[in-house]
Every structure is written in structure tokens, then in C-alpha cells.
């Protein structure tokens, strides 16, 4: 069982920055992956960045170029750095994980599918 708990939302202006954390408790399994979900007002909830044990991103085309997904192994916490904030980015983040599945030769991610672990999540909200 994985715990997550996601710290750092709040309010922001357009155009301004946020830094999300997730305290993780640690994997038994040494490959996983890890990632950051949104749900934003009467929409799906949807991937924004994924990393994996071997410090590999993926991200959607919407927060390329503004977010930074990073994790900090010795501390088992995840990190978003988001910069130049839209009010489109408002939502609901969430922290995600699951140990990665071996398939076609080597460890995958299910990203953007939904992960097994969640946390509460954390509110961001950017306004114009």
C-alpha cells in the first residue's frame, strides 16, 4: 500500500507560479511511476506529467514548456513546478502512483491511463 499527500495549491494570478509536493511513503518495488493529475470543473480528470523510476517525463502538450515534473528520491517526494499559470490550469491536482508494468522488453507506465494509488489532492486556482 502507497500513501500520497499532496501539499502546495492555492491562489494565483495569470501569468504566476506554483510549486506542487507529494510526500510519498516508499515503494517495496524499485520500478514505478509516478505522475500528476487534474480534474478541472465538469471535465475528466486527465494526466499532466508522468515520471518514472528511471527519472524519465512525459507531459501533456497543454503544460509543455510550463511545468516541471521532478521527484526527489531521497526525501520519496514528487514535485510539479508550474510557471506562467493560466486560468485554464485551474483544478483539482493530483498526486498518482503504480508500480510499472514489464511489457514489449521493458517497464512501462500506464500514463495518462488512471494509476492505482491517489492522493487527496491539492486546489490550484489562477485567476485573470
Known amino acids: 500500500q502507497v500513501t500520497l499527500l499532496e501539499s502546495g495549491g492555492g491562489s494565483v494570478q495569470s501569468g504566476g507560479s506554483l510549486r506542487l509536493s507529494c510526500a510519498a511513503s516508499?515503494?517495496?518495488?524499485?520500478?514505478?511511476?509516478m505522475a500528476w493529475f487534474r480534474q478541472r470543473p465538469g471535465k475528466e480528470r486527465e494526466g499532466v506529467a508522468n515520471i518514472d523510476s528511471d527519472s524519465q517525463t512525459t507531459y501533456a502538450d497543454s503544460v509543455k514548456g510550463r511545468f516541471t515534473i521532478s521527484q526527489d528520491n531521497s526525501k520519496h517526494t514528487l514535485y510539479l513546478q508550474m510557471s506562467s499559470l493560466k486560468p485554464e490550469d485551474s483544478a483539482m491536482y493530483y498526486c498518482a502512483a503504480e508500480v510499472a508494468h514489464y511489457s514489449n522488453g521493458r517497464f512501462r507506465c500506464s500514463w495518462p491511463r488512471p494509476y492505482d494509488y491517489w492522493g487527496q489532492g491539492t486546489q490550484v486556482t489562477v485567476s485573470s
Open positions: 516508499e515503494f517495496a518495488q524499485s520500478t514505478y511511476c
